[in-house]
């Protein structure tokens, strides 16, 4: 843990809302793999960036604006994927956004769909595989109107910031964006590109297949399950190392920048008892060497 995660000095009345974590109308939805850890931001109020997209290291717990991507001045505005036709940028109607969690060969995927103009833009993001700090962002546009010659799709990361789109009436057009993070000297950067497509490695698919699976007969203990398995793994760093104790339900966190755990462990996978039980047992990253108490668990009412 490094001197600046045990002191807070953020001001958020300083800069773009965006750098404010609670805004009216907003969503996260956290993604990663131990190397790179991501949050797909939806704000539906109109004071955020309506679909904004935080990059961050997962060993240093940082403020929002602390997030590679994010600029005092202009917040996640880059991050947008804008839709262009002919001299016109289209972006998303806050209010009228929609987003839930999906899985693309059972990895937690982000969807958002969103409508500009005669068009209807889908975006899924994921992490496409278990070793690189890297998030894919898939992009499918469906046109309800008559064809244009001048489409493309615009992201001020990307190099280059446009990419042409050929869309007929009533067709549908697909892209990619990569983002990687990356070192610029002794300081990390996050770059784009564009690629027609992307697929999952089968590392990252086989993963996520090993994950404990849970179904019951409550609605919301299934989604708050499929929620925490898809998200509290994405605060554990690659170079994460804990140390704690079996006899106590205590771990201590060292470059572990999970801030979304809720429970005293710093990650956990939970199977269902009975229709009124959770139990939830510590779970470690694969390939860490690391093993957690297997005779300590928690069960709580539900």
């Known amino acids: 843990m490094e001197i600046e995660e045990h002191f807070y000095t953020d001001d958020p009345a300083i800069g773009h809302a965006d750098v404010r974590t609670r805004l009216p109308g907003i969503d996260y939805f956290f993604l990663g793999n131990g190397h790179v850890q991501a949050a797909v931001q939806v704000c539906r109020s109109g004071e955020g960036t309506p679909v904004g997209l935080l990059v961050m290291r997962p060993d240093h717990l940082r403020p929002k604006r602390a997030a590679l991507t994010c600029n005092q001045d202009s917040g996640l505005e880059s991050t947008m994927v804008r839709v262009r036709i002919g001299d016109s940028a289209l972006g998303p109607d806050p209010s009228a956004i929609r987003a839930e969690w999906d899985a693309i060969d059972g990895i937690p995927t982000v969807q958002i769909t969103w409508t500009a103009g005669p068009l209807t833009v889908v975006e899924r993001f994921f992490c496409p595989d ?71 490695g089968v590392e990252v698919t086989r993963y996520w297949d090993s994950l404990t699976s849970c179904r019951t007969f409550d609605r919301d203990l299934d989604h708050l399950f499929s929620a925490a398995r898809s998200q509290l793994p994405t605060g554990v760093s690659g170079n994460t190392i804990w140390s704690g104790y079996a006899t106590r339900p205590t771990w201590q966190r060292r470059s572990s920048g999970s801030a979304i755990t809720t429970w005293p462990a710093p990650c956990w996978l939970a199977c269902s008892t009975s229709s009124s039980l959770l139990t939830a047992t510590p779970w470690t990253p694969a390939g860490t060497g690391l093993r957690a108490p297997s005779s300590w668990t928690r069960t709580a009412n539900c």
């Open 130 to 200: 278990r070793t690189e700090a890297r998030i894919a962002r898939l992009l499918e546009i469906a046109s309800t109107g008559p064809p244009t010659d001048r489409l493309a799709l615009h992201a001020d990361l990307a190099e280059p910031a446009d990419h042409p789109l050929g869309l007929s009436a009533g067709g549908t057009a697909t892209a990619a964006l990569v983002y990687e993070v990356g070192q610029r000297g002794d300081t990390p950067v996050v770059t784009a590109r564009w690629e027609r497509d992307i697929d999952p």
